[in-house]
């Protein structure tokens, strides 16, 4: 069984990955991790108790992390102490905790993802080979929408779609980001010529798509040598 540790237990994303993981033959949540001053500290959250000390870490075979780029930046630090892996799905990291996230995965194995859903990594393997064949008489631009308290902006998604488009048509891609209401995540990538016009969009209906793709990870991660890993490796 696998011992699974959850950074921001109490947020969205966190409380969905406890969920779904308690219900998991193969995983057993070995430390439920929040901020200090979050009242859940000290109380009950299924067999465990929800604590601010990443000291818990040795603990646990894999550590998920969905929370921000501050917490995030402190705990790849206990992530390098400890030696444990990490499949990391925060988003709105620098450029420097990025440069971080790599040297960490120079002594443990880490799984760092925008995105953990699979349609959305199929679509960062198909869209330079769609951009080559369309050619440059097409422009491409990109339009993501999140639900109005999602802090970064553009979404590390549509950052990542982005940067692989254009790498391939060698130009800056354009990208559009909406704010609205509950929106869980939609991205569509918009292929533009003359005459005619290609949409590609994917929607998330429930983050249970992201926590599900980050238990894959988890349970992909365990027994891999040190490394910088992708959700593609994962899939692959």
Known sequence: MIKLGIAGVCGKMGRRIYELAAHDKDFEVSLALEKKGTPMIGKELGKIKVSSSPDGLFLVDVLVDFTVPEATEAILDYVARYKKALVLGTTGLSDTQIKKVEEIAGVTPVVYSPNMSVGVNVLFDILPEIARRLGPDYNIEIVEAHHKA???????????????????????????????????????????????????????????????????????????????????????
């Open 150 to 236: 999602k802090k970064d902006s553009p979404s590390g998604t549509a950052k990542k779609f982005a940067r692989i488009l254009s790498d391939t048509v060698k130009k800056d891609i354009p990208t559009h980001a909406v704010r609205l209401g509950d929106i869980v995540g939609d991205h569509t990538i918009i292929f533009c010529g003359n005459s005619e016009r290609i949409e590609i969009k994917h929607q998330a209906h429930s983050r249970d798509l992201f926590a599900l793709g980050a238990l894959k990870a988890a349970r992909w991660v365990i027994g891999k040598s040190a490394g910088l890993y992708s959700m593609q490796d994962v899939l692959k």
